[in-house]
């Protein structure tokens, strides 16, 4: 078996996460979170659609984390990423942690929206 190591260059992949938290390129942040290959903030959640839509010239996909299960994102909320034209992939935000480490890691314009566990 061949193990390729990960390289994410100068991006900032999620590090890890818990109750309330992410890690994020060694930094912990409290509540949900914004991520990009530059940047990691913190979120406003799902009623925070501008700070999403801002990023339409940075990245062309966001990985939604909507907490431990798999619940979906709010119809207005997708509606306003994709009038951005991007796209809005949900998924639990475990899941969506790996996704976006894995397509960050492809170089990939890509940005995680995640409401912690």
Request: aromatic share 6%; glycine share 12%.
């Amino acid at each position: 078996m061949s193990v390729t190591e990960i390289r994410y260059e100068n991006a900032r992949p999620i590090d890890g996460y818990g109750p309330g938290f992410f890690r994020v390129g060694g930094e912990v942040l409290s509540g949900a979170v914004v991520v990009t290959a530059s940047a990691a903030r913190v979120w406003g959640g799902v009623e925070d659609a501008a700070a999403l839509t801002a990023l339409a010239a940075e990245v062309d996909v966001i990985v939604f984390g909507c907490g431990a299960e798999m619940t979906g994102a709010p119809v207005a909320l997708t509606a306003a990423v994709e009038a951005a034209g991007m796209g809005l992939e949900p998924m639990a935000t475990p899941s969506a942690c790996r996704a976006y480490n894995v397509l960050l890691a492809e170089g990939r314009r890509v940005a995680l929206a995640a409401v912690p566990v």
